[in-house]
């Protein structure tokens, strides 16, 4: 799609940037201690603290990627939002208060609070980076995916953007800016999704159909139409599909999509890459726009040509059930050395849509446990994402602790029950660009006014940079803490403590900044599900060993991260969808049967820690005393 | 403003200033609360384990009609409001141990 950037868009979008780098500014005299550089002096009040960590949580992942998710696969993407509430729970009742009691700055402190142990600190420390490295990769790419409509600018233009201005914010005043940042855009984003749900239940659900050419004979050699402007030029066939390029009287060229059934053609979306390198949207150059939003239904309760007007929420998830949902599937075309890609029509009954299956097909052992392992991931991944346990160290105790991952998960679950409705508005009301599945909120947004779409893009782009901006604090806090405080002798001042936290920030944001373009066109809920999957087998297991173990070693410790670590990544990296999505080695099987690693690598985390702690009893006990 | 307000928190406005404010204080109440979040977390568990059950081994169960919306949308909002619930739950068993808790063990260490 091409996307025409408004003046409204850009003031706003703007404004809030200018308002976010004024409070970086804001703070900065007061960040220069470590202590406040890192944990803002550990007096954030934990109403305060619970929103922001609603901010840090409700990342790209959440409002794009599931969003967008749900917008594409229906109930499948809702699965995300049930798993990333549920990771809170684990959080809450086992992690939040004895890791505050534990810690001071990173999560390694907490660990290593019984063993003092180099080796715990440099493995969690390395850990931590990985993880957040693997968590920056969907901001960022959200990032570039919002900018490009918002702005009109190119993707990796975004990318840069985001990069510079979170990196602008994490150097000035570290985690006082981002808790603030945080706090304003966690509850903007829910206040302003509130709003579009409300526009979306008070709009109601409307049929919408999509142009047809009546077939005038099929025969197994050719088609003819019965309308003579139009001129069959040639066929394709996939599969059981028939795809059918006609060129119009006035010369325009299409590609439609034979329904046996109908006697029709059906109209595609469909883009070509020329062996030049260039593409083709619909025919024509992108800028003229002809590659257009879709997203509709056909008929409701069975009446096609009807609309409901406002609705309640139950009722409007009720007619979506009983309703025809036009869902687009993709085939892939050669013609004289061109690829076309074709989205085609795929119309499928509401209540398949609202059942579990769309995107995890759930047909065979192995994709049951692809399935469970991702539900695993998103449920044990949560407490042991960096950036949320550092957050633990921003108040002022372990009861302040609680009470805002209780404000977190009631201002979490709001905006997850909203998901649905953002989605499912998307998926019938025009929301979808068939290209980027992750701008299935903004572009939602549009469709009622520019001035919503552009406040609630320049809402997601705070929310990538808030969470980015939280990411790099929890880095620089592993570098310096955890890496090098650990290997120094001589406890580093507190201004030298800072200065190494600012330029870790800056060599880690740029990192993000290239995998960000790299990873261009995945889904954001997607990605988040691998950096989940590697907190999970990484850092769970240990923190969980480390509070209610009492034979748990600092060598049980130091091994459980490192192959949770390890086997996490390494199953993630021979995926299948590793091998398709990022390698783009299309056609060849992975050697890992399973894409999500959590269900090998979190079970074989914990029993290394087990072994290992067992068979070091002795050794460390000693070393203790 | 009062969740805004902490004693040892000087204002500039809305936003405040940064000091470290962190509380080291004894908490008797601890291994009441780890007890009771184990247990908590065990039962939240047990449910969210059931919803990830049912959908991997019987997703056409899923299908089954629960008034106007089917067993998948039904459980789904099910655990997101159970887990305000029972955050709000364990809130309040936590923070009515901990005024107890503290204050008894505070008198006594007090009058000793």
């Known amino acids: ?77 809702f699965l995300y939002s049930i798993g990333y509430l549920a990771g809170w729970m684990v959080a809450l009742f086992v992690v939040a208060e004895p890791l505050k009691r534990m810690g001071k700055y990173t999560f390694a402190d907490a660990l290593d609070s019984r063993f003092k142990s180099k080796g715990i600190k440099i493995a969690a420390g390395i850990s931590t980076l990985i993880v957040s490295v693997f968590y920056l990769i969907p901001q960022m790419v959200g990032a570039g995916s919002l900018v490009t409509p918002l702005l009109g600018w190119p993707h990796w233009l975004g990318v840069m953007l985001v990069g510079a ?179 085609y029509q795929h119309p499928t009954s509401g209540a398949e849509v609202l ?56 201002s979490i679950g709001f905006f997850y029950l909203l998901t649905l409705f953002l989605g499912f508005g998307s998926m019938i009301g025009g929301g979808l660009d068939l290209t980027n599945s992750n701008m299935a909120a903004p572009l939602l947004a549009k469709n009622f006014s520019i001035a919503i779409f552009a406040i609630i893009s320049a809402i997601a782009f705070a929310t990538v940079l808030g969470t980015v901006s939280g990411l790099l604090v929890a880095s620089s806090g592993a570098v310096v803490h955890d890496l090098i405080g650990s290997s120094k002798q001589k406890k580093l001042s507190d201004k030298m403590e800072v200065s190494i936290g600012k330029i870790a920030a800056i060599v880690v944001g740029g990192i993000a900044i290239v995998l960000g373009i790299l990873f261009k066109n995945m889904n954001v809920s997607f990605l988040v599900g691998w950096a989940f999957a590697v907190a999970a087998s990484a850092n769970l297991p240990a923190i969980i060993m480390v509070l209610f173990w009492k034979r748990t070693t600092a060598k049980g410790v130091i091994a459980s991260i490192i192959v949770g670590l390890v086997s996490a990544m390494v199953i993630i990296l021979l995926s299948q969808s590793t091998y398709n999505d990022v390698y783009h080695l299309v056609g060849v099987t992975a050697p890992m049967p399973i894409d999500n690693p959590a269900i090998i690598s979190v079970p074989l985390s914990f029993l290394t820690l087990v072994i290992v702690s067992l068979l070091t009893q002795k050794k460390d006990a000693a070393q203790e005393a | 403003m009062y969740f805004f307000r902490t004693n040892q928190i000087e204002k500039v406005g809305f936003f405040m200033q940064h000091e470290n404010v962190t509380e080291d204080k004894k908490d008797f109440a601890a291994p009441y609360k780890a007890k009771l979040g184990l247990w908590m977390f065990l039962v939240y568990t047990i449910v969210y384990a059931g919803f990830i059950v049912i959908t991997a081994f019987s997703p056409e169960t899923m299908g089954l009609d629960i008034g106007s919306i089917n067993l998948a949308i039904f459980y789904g909002l099910f655990l997101i409001g159970f887990a305000v619930i029972l955050a709000l739950v364990y809130n309040f068993l936590c923070a009515r141990c901990e005024k107890r808790m503290n204050v008894e063990e505070e008198e006594e260490e007090a009058a000793k």
């Open chain 1, 355 to 410: 059942q579990p299956g769309q995107k995890f097909p759930l047909d065979t052992l192995k994709n049951k446990l692809n399935f469970i392992s991702l539900m695993l991931a998103l449920f044990f991944g949560t407490a042991a994402l960096p950036h949320i346990l550092i957050r633990y160290y921003t108040v002022k105790n372990p009861a302040a602790a609680r009470k805002s991952t209780i404000i977190a998960i009631v």
């Open chain 1, 165 to 343: 201005v979170v990196i602008f914010i994490v150097a000035t005043a570290g985690m006082a800016s981002t808790t603030y940042v945080q706090f304003l855009k966690g509850a903007l984003l829910i206040i302003f999704s509130c709003v579009l749900v409300f526009l979306v239940l008070n709009k109601g659900l409307f049929t919408d159909e999509y142009k047809t050419l009546e077939v005038d004979s099929a025969s197994p050699e050719a088609i003819t139409l019965a309308d003579p402007a139009y001129t069959v030029e040639k066929e394709w066939t996939v599969g059981d599909l028939l795809f059918v390029a006609v060129r119009f009287a006035d010369n325009e060229q299409s590609v439609w999509a034979y329904n046996a059934q109908k006697g029709l053609l059906e109209e595609t979306l469909f883009i070509t890459h020329k062996a030049d390198g260039t593409e083709l949207f619909n025919g024509a150059s992108k800028e003229d726009n002809k590659f257009f939003q879709v997203g509709n239904l056909t008929d409701i309760r069975g009446v096609p040509d009807t609309q409901t007007g406002a609705i309640g929420p139950f009722a409007f998830l009720g007619a979506i059930k009983e309703s025809t949902v036009v869902r687009w599937d993709k085939a892939i075309v050669m013609d004289d050395g061109d690829k076309i890609t074709i989205y």
């Open chain 1, 1 to 77: 799609m091409n996307y025409q950037p408004s003046v409204w868009a850009i003031i706003i979008f703007f404004s809030f940037v200018a308002f976010v780098l004024l409070i970086s500014r804001f703070y900065a005299k007061r960040s220069q201690s470590a202590k406040g550089f890192y944990t803002a002096g550990g007096s954030v009040p934990w109403v305060v603290n619970g929103i922001a960590f609603a901010g840090d949580y409700l990342s790209a992942a959440s409002f794009l990627g599931i969003c967008g998710m749900i917008a594409f696969y229906g109930f499948d993407g």
